[in-house]
């Protein structure tokens, strides 16, 4: 006859395995609200600012802004935390190709933006950008280039 000890210890060795599996496995008890956005149901079009910024001689960036700041929000992007941004030159071809975080920076004083660090060479020849992510495309045109 197999010893009582052994078999109570098995015993309990099972129901703790069980026990684990079922916290682990088993629903969250989080509320609704703290789960993240689903994916957007649509993408949302609109337009962005760009302008050339002279840091110092040689070093410039190009400030990508978002005009209309009630959509710098998560749930535009359905809880994404990144975006890309690609600008085209005027051959057509991809200039710039960068992610960026979501949502934009906010400063006070200033509208949801982004610095993007470029050669001066590179911004002189910039058609256009455009912002995308899970439910965003913002397109904006290039600023003519300085003389």
Known sequence: MPNPRV???SAVALAAIVVVGIVFMGGSDEPEAAKPPA???RTVRGPITLERVVLRPGAEELVV???DEQLNTAQTTGGATS???RCVDEAGSEAIRQRHPWPLEVEYGYPPHVHQPAKAGVLAELRSCRLTGPGIDFTGD???AQP
């Open 83 to 85: 975006v890309l941004l």
């Open 142 to 144: 290039a600023p003519p």
């Open 7 to 9: 078999f109570v210890a």
């Open 39 to 41: 994916a957007p149901a």
């Open 65 to 67: 802004s978002l005009p």
